[in-house]
């Protein structure tokens, strides 16, 4: 039976047991995974170059059937070629205040989880959180691909993309953008996957995390990232703050 989540400022009744039985359902297996709702088409949106060598990568929804008030974006990529140097929600069009979880995912690329706190959700499409990628010592071209939660990858929620229906926290049904080539030196896309250059990797302190967004240290996770960002007790300990209480 799917507990439900309702979330306040000062009044939050935890899906922690909802929560258990849905990833016991739900291994990293062929297996399809339980939905709820139906979100949008999570995209992955032109890449653009910044000044100090990293490269922003915005992750966007179409509109959604049903309310959704948190996302997970598992976005995989070639870790030899890059790497996430940060994120940033600014300009989400989750609900305020907003808070956001970072974790890796080893061989393989990242998971970023966002959540609305204290709000009933929004079915409203547009940009769901920034990227920003590191190069590495090699440049070369990197494929970006959203994992998905069912067909084609079938990936544990953990890591996978989808937004979090607001009535139940269970994942909604949604559909994916197709996968973006890009070149880790210049930003541009289209390129061949498998070219690869020697360049100087920038500096950390060349860019700044979006002093809006704190960003948390990567730990690993069996739960997903937007999970720990649904109350503001676990908001307070484990998630990025875009706005404060």
């Known amino acids: 039976m799917r507990a439900k989540l309702l979330i306040g400022c000062g009044l939050v ?3 922690a047991a909802a929560l258990a039985s849905f990833l016991a359902s739900s291994p990293a297996s062929a297996q399809p995974v339980a939905t709820s709702g139906t979100g949008g088409m ?3 949106g032109t890449p653009t170059l910044l000044p100090s060598g990293y490269i922003s990568v915005p992750i966007t929804t179409t509109t959604a059937a ?4 948190a996302f997970n974006v598992g976005l995989a990529f070639d870790t030899s070629l890059t790497s996430l140097g940060a ?4 300009g989400t069009v989750l ?3 907003v808070v956001c979880l970072t974790a890796p995912n080893p061989g393989v690329g990242v998971v970023v989880g966002c959540s609305s706190v204290g709000v009933t959700g929004t079915t409203t499409g547009g940009l769901l959180v920034t990227l920003i990628l590191a190069p590495s010592a090699t440049a070369g071209c990197s494929n970006l691909h959203l994992i998905t939660l069912n067909e084609p ?3 544990d929620p953990a890591y996978a993309t989808y937004t ?3 009535a139940d926290t269970f994942p909604q049904s949604n559909t994916y953008g197709p996968d973006v080539t890009i070149d880790t030196q210049t930003g541009a896309t289209g390129c061949t996957v498998g070219t690869t250059t020697p360049t100087a990797t920038p500096s950390p302190s060349a860019t700044a995390t979006p002093s809006s967004t704190p960003t948390s240290t990567p730990t690993a996770t069996s739960t997903p990232p937007w999970f720990h960002c649904l109350t503001p007790e676990r908001a307070r300990d484990r998630c990025g703050r875009k ?3």
């Open 42 to 44: 999570i995209s992955i």
């Open 95 to 97: 609900p305020t205040p």
């Open 87 to 90: 994120f940033d929600s600014s």
């Open 243 to 245: 706005t404060p209480d």
């Open 164 to 166: 979090v229906n607001a």
């Open 153 to 155: 990858d079938n990936a």
């Open 66 to 69: 049903d309310p959704y008030l």
């Open 13 to 15: 009744i935890a899906a």
